[in-house]
């Protein structure tokens, strides 16, 4: 896999991992969330650098736009990585306190533009927003450092190799904010907790309690109707039809009941109640049979207008508060304080309305599903549905609002007490760390100095001292080991230079005896021994060369007429030109007077190189003095094309060298 593939593959992994991350929040208070989808994004900072990031929290964050309906969180979210990745990344290495000047400078300021101006979140929920992001942002960024510092370590331990280093000044300030960090979230969390359980208790307190009361007193004005009701039915009975329809019309007069009626059509026979809209107004309507010895069964309808329990049920409520409707058990509106709408119409509970919770007696509701959440929250109502009255099967749908039990102000207070705890802690931890570690750090500079120093360390180190009493212990021991790494050190040198020496005498000693091996002391030509090496060596090769075998003539009689310091410089004359017609490498003196050539490659006629040889000769030799003629004997041999061995050459170019004395001395074997 190649290393663009690999940072392809870590880039999708951790912006999808970004993604599902703020798919999971938690929520600290009515609204507002805690995502943790930064973390991975803060990962692909620190692994793939600002613009990878960037573009990662472009595409995780998006979430938020259907989390909170609006865009403003994912410029935020993204625009703290992006100063993660440019800003203080060298003046500020701890990058939690870098993520705090982020929210101090830059992010605080953009969440009261976009939340206070834009969307008219007010001031306590803008602050709720601005010190929750910061909050959130700080975990983040900790659970980032933290993970890749877990990673790094399991790495290290099932490879069994370190390939990311973190100074002590890291894992100390990672450590001790990680430590700062966890407890102040937990308390957070622990205080919205509270204040949303206690608020949905003091709502759910209050719904029953409007509950309660509407059913207190529709029952009281039921009770009412139904003994007036009994009451006309008393009048009525053991009267005649006519006497009872002159009395039904009195009682419509005197009483509290819109109409009374004689049926005597099919009706119950028994006592019953009900609602009926008539006219687009509803009615109580309580039947009673009525014995009065007509052949047709008759009865009493006494219809009741709810005017009056709307008024009484309603008169202690507030409109801006809770909301308390009546229906039946067909769900038609019967009374309610809500604005547009119609009685007589079916009632919704919920329709269109978005359910932001259910709780156990009710749902929590809003019906602008469009607006940011903590503002549906603040213009939400906690719906609750009484069971149906035995009697007339009636039902109270009782709407308390939310907004009066969500109160910012003591969650501001608490996260603005710890953030600045926290944030005071951290730059107080980060000082006195640096205090404490830039000790640890100088020593770690002094030692690494020593290293790159080595073998040889001149100058004294200046090793930190400090009050803490492991450091101290541990710079004195260092100081104690260089000074007997430099005595060693200088000991060891002496010896090596001693060493040196000898090593430069044994070499030369070696060169010299290697010389005295192979060349003759006294004209500096090779010897006889580099000669046999060199002719095996030819042989081995197998190319066309030649061998001349040379005596010097009567040079026993120039010994004894001049002596032998003459004869010694006659034959160093005799190298000299030998030399200078072959090239000194060819030639070579075997003894006393006896030279041999070797001509290779055997490229020109052998026998202008023999003429070339005599030539050299024809002077004579002025030694102290003395005016010395030098006659040669040359004998001659080509291989392979007389011989194939070295012995059988050599033999036959001294055979012919001494045929040539014989025919005369100076000649060539020919």
Same mark, same amino acid.
């Given at each position: ?8 593959l870590?880039f ?9 991350l ?8 009515y609204?507002v969330?805690?995502?943790f989808?930064?973390?991975?994004l803060v990962?692909l900072l620190?692994?793939?650098g ?9 595409i ?6 259907f989390?909170?309906?609006?865009p403003?969180?994912l ?11 440019f800003?203080?990344?060298r003046?500020l290495?701890?990058?939690?306190l ?12 953009l ?6 101006e834009?969307l008219?979140f007010?001031l ?7 010190l ?7 975990v ?11 990673f790094?370590l ?7 190799e ?25 308390l ?9 359980d ?24 039921v ?7 009994q009451?006309?039915?008393g009048?009525l ?7 009872i329809?002159?009395?039904i019309?009195q009682?419509?007069?005197?009483g509290?009941?819109?109409?009374i009626e ?7 026979d ?26 047709k069964?008759m ?20 409109t ?6 009546m229906v039946n058990?067909?769900?038609?509106? +019967?009374?309610?304080? *809500?604005?547009?709408?119609? $009685?007589?119409?079916?009632?919704? @509970?919920?329709? #269109?309305?978005?359910? %932001?919770?259910?709780m156990q ?9 469009e607006l940011?959440a ?10 609750v ?7 007339t099967?009636v ?19 608490? +996260?603005?007490?710890? *953030?600045?705890v926290?944030i $005071?802690?951290?730059v107080?931890? @980060?000082?006195i #760390?640096?205090?404490? %570690?830039?000790k ?15 073998p ?9 001292r400090s ?13 104690i ?5 430099q005595d060693?050190y200088?000991?060891?040198?002496k ?5 040196q020496?000898k ?7 070696q @060169? ?5 091996a192979?060349?003759?002391?006294l004209t500096k030509?090779p ?12 042989i081995?090769e ?17 010994n ?7 004869g010694?410089?006659?034959l ?6 030998l ?15 006896e ?7 055997l490229?020109?006629?052998?026998k202008?190189?023999l003429?070339r040889?005599l030539?050299?000769?024809e002077?004579p ?11 040669l004997s040359?004998?001659h041999?080509v ?5 194939t061995t ?6 036959r170019?001294?055979?012919m ?5 014989n025919r005369g001395?100076?000649?060539l074997?020919?």
């Amino acid at each position: 896999m190649t290393t663009i593939t690999k940072k392809l593959l870590l880039f999708l992994v951790l912006t999808a991992a970004s993604y599902l991350l703020n798919t999971v929040h938690l929520s600290l208070y009515y609204g507002v969330h805690f995502l943790f989808g930064s973390i991975p994004l803060v990962m692909l900072l620190k692994k793939l650098g600002a613009w990878p990031a960037f573009i990662g929290a472009i595409i995780a964050q998006s979430y938020t736009l259907f989390l909170w309906n609006h865009p403003y969180a994912l410029i935020i979210f993204s625009l703290e990585i992006l100063f993660l990745g440019f800003f203080f990344t060298r003046k500020l290495k701890n990058i939690i306190l870098r993520d705090a000047l982020y929210w101090l400078l830059l992010g605080i300021p953009l969440v009261f533009l976009f939340y206070g101006e834009f969307l008219q979140f007010g001031l306590e929920a803008t602050m709720m927003v601005a010190l929750k992001d910061m909050m959130n942002g700080l975990v983040n960024v900790w659970g980032a450092v933290f993970l890749l510092f877990v990673f790094s370590l399991l790495s290290t331990l099932w490879k069994k190799e370190v390939k990311s280093y973190y100074t002590m000044h890291e894992i100390l300030s990672y450590l001790s904010s990680g430590v700062l960090l966890v407890l102040s979230f937990t308390l957070v969390m622990l205080i919205g907790y509270y204040e949303q359980d206690k608020g949905r208790s003091q709502l759910s307190i209050t719904a029953e309690e409007r509950m309660s009361e509407a059913e207190r007193y529709y029952d009281a004005w039921v009770r009412d109707k139904v003994l007036e009701h009994q009451y006309w039915m008393g009048q009525l009975r053991n009267q005649d039809v006519d006497t009872i329809q002159s009395q039904i019309r009195q009682l419509s007069i005197n009483g509290t009941a819109t109409d009374i009626e004689l049926q005597t059509s099919t009706i119950q026979d028994t006592n019953s109640m009900e609602y009926r809209i008539e006219q687009d107004e509803p009615y109580l309507i309580i039947h009673s049979p009525l014995d009065i010895g007509q052949a047709k069964p008759m009865s009493v309808e006494t219809k009741f207008s709810i005017e009056n329990v709307e008024s009484y049920v309603l008169s202690t409520v507030s409109t801006n508060e809770v909301d308390i409707s009546m229906v039946n058990k067909e769900g038609i509106l +019967l009374f309610s304080n *809500l604005p547009d709408v119609k $009685v007589g119409g079916r009632f919704q @509970e919920e329709g #269109s309305s978005k359910v %932001l919770e259910r709780m156990q007696d009710g749902n929590v509701v809003v019906k602008e599903s469009e607006l940011p959440a903590m503002l549906q929250w603040k213009r939400s109502t906690y719906t609750v549905v009484s069971d149906p009255q035995p009697d007339t099967g009636v039902s109270f749908v009782v709407a308390t609002s939310f907004r009066p039990f969500i109160d910012y102000r003591l969650m501001n207070e608490a +996260l603005l007490v710890i *953030l600045f705890v926290l944030i $005071v802690t951290l730059v107080i931890g @980060e000082l006195i #760390s640096d205090r404490l %570690l830039s000790k640890f750090e100088s020593l770690s500079r002094v030692t690494t100095e020593v290293v790159e120093d080595l073998p040889e360390i001149k100058k004294e180190k200046d090793f930190p001292r400090s009050m803490i009493h492991e450091f101290e212990t541990l710079s004195h021991n260092f100081q104690i080991l260089i000074k007997e790494w430099q005595d060693k050190y200088s000991a060891s040198q002496k010896v090596n230079e001693e060493l040196q020496q000898k090593k430069v005498l044994l070499e030369q000693s070696q @060169e010299k005896m290697e010389y005295m091996a192979h060349y003759d002391d006294l004209t500096k030509l090779p010897n006889r021994r580099h000669f046999n090496k060199k002719m095996d060596q030819l042989i081995v090769e197998g190319d066309r060369f030649g061998l001349l075998f040379i005596d010097l003539d009567r040079f026993k009689t120039i010994n004894d007429e001049y002596g032998h310091d003459v004869g010694d410089k006659v034959l160093i004359e005799v190298a000299r030109r030998l030399s200078n017609a072959v090239q000194e490498r060819r030639c070579f003196r075997l003894s006393g007077d006896e030279f041999t050539v070797l001509i290779t490659p055997l490229e020109e006629d052998l026998k202008l190189v023999l003429q070339r040889i005599l030539k050299q000769f024809e002077t004579p030799l002025l030694i102290e003095g003395h005016s010395i003629d030098i006659a040669l004997s040359i004998g001659h041999v080509v291989y392979p094309d007389h011989e194939t061995t070295k012995n059988n050459l050599i033999k036959r170019a001294d055979d012919m060298m001494y045929e040539c004395k014989n025919r005369g001395r100076n000649e060539l074997s020919w």
